[in-house]
């Protein structure tokens, strides 16, 4: 698994980093609270950062174009925001809140991206398609483990 703290921000920012009621009902974590302030306010902008990219690769798969599913994809992998900004104390700070199996499925997350922009690379809008839903449902999966406070609704979903 990749040590950066770049690698954890898709799936923490995914999961909203609002609130920890709800947790113990899902049998998940809600991190945010725990958060210092910094970091939230870096992990909601990387999280919209993140929402923005996303809707970009879905009008660019259903348009065709390769070149910015490509792009789109492998700027969710490269983490946008958070290697640039992040302090040492920040990084300490996000890993001491954040459980091993949220790790792992961000891990996995970023390796769905970067399948994703190899698709798109590669031209191949079938792949495109399988690499995208796959992602998304990551988030879900992601928000009703990981978030179901800031995302009751999926907090009877277990995908």
Known sequence: MKATVGTFVFALLAMGVF?????EQSGGTNVGEELPPNVRVLLIQE????LKA???????????DHETVAQKA????DSF???QQMTEADKQALLAVVPEAFLERDQALHDLSEELA???RDQD??????QFSEMIQGCVGCHSRHATARFPGLSTSQP
């Open 125 to 130: 809008t079938t792949r495109q398609l399988q």
């Open 47 to 50: 999280m919209q950062a993140i």
């Open 74 to 77: 492998q700027a969710i992998h």
């Open 19 to 23: 609130g920890t009621a709800g947790a």
């Open 118 to 120: 190899e698709a798109g």
């Open 54 to 64: 996303s809707e970009q690769i879905q009008t660019a798969i259903v348009q065709g």
């Open 81 to 83: 925001i958070m290697e």
